[in-house]
């Protein structure tokens, strides 16, 4: 048998899942950490790297123990990883301090020295304030103001991924589609950036030499080492395979391979992708990030805390589903259908704003939820979360489509959300598109595997590598009398909340410094 290993590094959990060339999950094993993260203050987010160590060790050898799968059969591993949480190790590759998350809402001092001609252009195009957020949010930033010790002893600043390279290959190398953070990256030349001609250097002014080595998705990095291998159980010498981030190889798994087909990723952040041969800027100044496919990009409109909420919502609301759930050995989602059945469509008007994490082009926004009537209990509360979580998506879809000028015609759901029939029926009336779902919900560890296959040599290309190993189960078509409540609710309602409350939430903020600025 031909396997192929990935490993999934994600916020909560990390998961060893294993691939046949045909893209069948062969088994997995998922391991959840004993916190998500901590929190030394609030708004911060960090974890002890040792905590994703001691979850690779125990996802590899739980699956291997289990025995369908064989060390002999396993010929490569790759890792796809959340993005944006930062690294920082010494002269030895030893961890300075915990790992810094992509959730943390710390913001350092802005002490940018720009050129001249690069503060002018800024202000022409109206991206000063951008760049001033940008550079505060950047975790390198904060360290060299915060930590100074630790910055001078930083040998190598590097992103989870590249951090789990080096852990498995005991090289410096990250994959160039891993490569979404506040760095000093170029991502429409998709290589670090030069200060001649960019101004990413200055926002996020780390040394290069600090910096990894960046090849492109499908390299083979190097073997596991003798350590890793016996971290791991594998054999010493398999092949490392650079990959993506863990969106990046959601879309690829997702069959998204150009503008028409768009990758909605349901999980802790909420993300709608495309993959684009042209650079494109859905958002003005958010960047369009580099593909799994190399050369390719990845536009991308983001709701942070996205299926977050779902969780959020379980911890406060939903105990008994979730002890259902347990006894039955399912996943909380599907017993939280029933609340969904409970409920209309349009949820009788209680409409949710699903910005519990501010963005770059939101840095002062909250969440809100408006319309609340004595109709309305938890069912209620729950459809509003998932009916603004999918306006988002279709406000985004707005976004990627007006810059591609090629219409969505298809949307392939991916992530935890996913699981559920209901939501994803949802998300179809509300973004009145087709949407579809893999044969696999760990699309990201499917991703990471067709790379591995591709860079193995099973396959002449990726759009090759997709259709052998991409099928889809299940179809939602929408529904004209639902699409049609739904739009004038977006139009009416949803698209008219932000704008409105914006000036409460910065009112919110300056009076409470809540979220730290």
Same mark, same amino acid.
């Given at each position: 048998?031909?396997?192929?290993?990935?490993?999934?590094?994600?916020?909560?959990?990390?998961?060893?899942?294993?691939?046949?060339?045909?893209?069948?999950?062969?088994?997995?094993?998922?391991?959840?950490?004993?916190q998500?993260?901590?929190?030394?203050?609030?708004?911060?987010?960090e974890?002890?790297?040792?905590?994703?160590?001691?979850?690779?060790?125990?996802?590899?050898r739980?699956?291997?123990?289990?025995?369908?799968?064989?060390?002999?059969?396993?010929?490569?591993i790759?890792?796809?990883?959340q993005?944006?949480?930062?690294?920082?190790?010494?002269?030895?590759?030893?961890?300075?301090?915990?790992?810094?998350?992509?959730?943390?809402?710390?913001?350092?001092?802005?002490?940018?020295?720009?050129?001249?001609?690069?503060?002018?252009?800024?202000?022409?195009?109206?991206?000063e304030?951008?760049?001033?957020i940008?550079?505060?949010?950047?975790?390198a930033?904060?360290?060299?103001q915060?930590?100074?010790?630790?910055?001078?002893?930083?040998?190598?600043?590097?992103l989870?991924?590249?951090?789990?390279?080096?852990?498995?290959?005991?090289?410096?190398?990250d994959?160039v589609?891993?490569?979404i953070?506040?760095?000093?990256?170029?991502?429409?030349?998709?290589?670090?950036?030069?200060?001649?001609t960019? +101004?990413?250097?200055? %926002?996020? #002014?780390?040394?290069k030499?600090? /910096?990894p080595?960046?090849?492109?998705? =499908?390299? *083979?990095? $190097?073997?596991?080492?003798d350590?890793a291998?016996?971290?791991?159980?594998?054999r010493?010498?398999?092949?490392?395979?650079?990959?993506?981030?863990?969106k990046?190889?959601?879309?690829?798994?997702?069959?998204?391979?150009?503008?028409?087909?768009?990758?909605?990723?349901?999980?802790?952040?909420?993300?709608?992708?495309?993959?684009s041969?042209?650079?494109?800027?859905?958002?003005?100044?958010?960047?369009?990030?580099?593909?799994?496919?190399?050369?390719?990009?990845?536009?991308?409109?983001?709701?942070?805390?996205?299926?977050?909420?779902?969780?959020?919502?379980?911890?406060?609301?939903?105990?008994?589903?979730?002890?259902?759930?347990?006894?039955?050995?399912?996943?909380?989602?599907e017993?939280?259908?029933?609340?969904?059945?409970?409920?209309?469509?349009?949820? +009788?008007?209680?409409? %949710?704003? #699903?910005?519990?994490?501010?963005? /770059?082009?939101?840095p002062?926004?909250? =969440?809100? *939820?408006? $319309?609340?009537?004595d109709?309305?209990?938890?069912?209620?509360?729950?459809?509003?979360?998932?009916?603004?979580?999918?306006?988002?998506?279709?406000?985004?879809?707005?976004?990627?489509?007006?810059?591609?000028?090629?219409?969505?015609?298809?949307?392939?759901?991916?992530?935890?959300?996913?699981?559920s029939?209901?939501?994803?029926?949802?998300?179809?009336?509300?973004?009145?598109?087709?949407?579809?779902?893999?044969?696999?919900?760990?699309?990201?560890?499917l991703?990471?595997?067709?790379?591995?296959?591709?860079a193995?040599?099973?396959?002449?290309?990726?759009?090759q590598?997709?259709?052998?190993?991409?099928?889809?189960?299940?179809?939602?078509?929408?529904?004209?009398?639902?699409?049609?409540?739904?739009?004038k609710?977006?139009?009416?309602?949803?698209?008219?909340?932000?704008?409105? %409350?914006? #000036?409460?939430?910065?009112?919110?903020?300056?009076i409470?410094?809540?979220?730290?600025?």
């Amino acid at each position: 048998m031909s396997i192929v290993l990935s490993i999934d590094c994600g916020t909560q959990s990390l998961k060893a899942l294993a691939f046949d060339e045909n893209g069948n999950l062969i088994d997995m094993c998922k391991v959840e950490y004993p916190q998500p993260y901590v929190s030394p203050k609030p708004g911060w987010a960090e974890q002890d790297l040792s905590v994703y160590e001691s979850a690779l060790s125990k996802a590899c050898r739980t699956l291997l123990e289990k025995g369908k799968v064989k060390v002999e059969d396993v010929l490569a591993i790759s890792v796809t990883s959340q993005r944006d949480t930062c690294v920082f190790l010494d002269k030895d590759g030893k961890p300075l301090r915990p790992a810094i998350l992509w959730l943390d809402q710390r913001m350092a001092e802005y002490d940018i020295k720009l050129p001249l001609h690069f503060k002018i252009g800024f202000k022409l195009v109206g991206m000063e304030k951008a760049a001033i957020i940008s550079a505060k949010k950047c975790k390198a930033n904060w360290v060299r103001q915060n930590e100074p010790e630790i910055w001078k002893n930083t040998h190598k600043f590097l992103l989870l991924s590249g951090w789990f390279n080096y852990l498995l290959s005991g090289k410096f190398v990250d994959s160039v589609a891993s490569q979404i953070g506040h760095i000093p990256f170029n991502y429409k030349k998709q290589t670090w950036a030069d200060p001649r001609t960019d +101004f990413h250097p200055y %926002l996020f #002014p780390v040394e290069k030499d600090k /910096l990894p080595e960046l090849v492109p998705p =499908g390299t *083979i990095i $190097g073997g596991l080492t003798d350590t890793a291998a016996k971290l791991t159980g594998l054999r010493q010498g398999t092949p490392v395979v650079a990959s993506g981030s863990d969106k990046g190889c959601e879309t690829l798994a997702a069959g998204c391979v150009d503008e028409s087909t768009a990758c909605a990723s349901l999980g802790t952040t909420l993300t709608l992708q495309i993959t684009s041969s042209k650079y494109l800027e859905p958002i003005k100044f958010m960047p369009s990030y580099p593909a799994v496919i190399p050369g390719k990009f990845n536009p991308e409109v983001e709701i942070f805390r996205g299926f977050w909420m779902v969780t959020w919502f379980k911890e406060q609301f939903a105990a008994p589903e979730c002890q259902i759930a347990k006894e039955k050995n399912v996943s909380a989602e599907e017993v939280l259908e029933e609340l969904l059945l409970q409920t209309q469509p349009g949820s +009788f008007g209680l409409v %949710l704003q #699903p910005y519990w994490g501010a963005g /770059l082009k939101q840095p002062e926004a909250r =969440g809100a *939820i408006v $319309g609340f009537g004595d109709v309305h209990n938890r069912a209620y509360l729950y459809r509003s979360i998932i009916e603004g979580l999918a306006y988002a998506l279709k406000d985004a879809s707005e976004k990627i489509e007006k810059v591609s000028k090629i219409p969505i015609k298809a949307v392939v759901a991916t992530g935890g959300g996913s699981r559920s029939n209901l939501v994803c029926q949802i998300l179809s009336d509300v973004m009145n598109k087709k949407v579809l779902r893999t044969h696999v919900y760990e699309a990201a560890g499917l991703g990471a595997a067709i790379v591995c296959f591709h860079a193995l040599g099973f396959y002449k290309d990726f759009e090759q590598t997709t259709k052998k190993m991409v099928r889809y189960i299940h179809e939602c078509v929408p529904d004209p009398e639902r699409s049609s409540l739904y739009q004038k609710l977006y139009e009416s309602v949803y698209k008219k909340l932000y704008p409105r %409350l914006r #000036p409460l939430y910065k009112a919110m903020q300056r009076i409470t410094n809540y979220p730290e600025m």
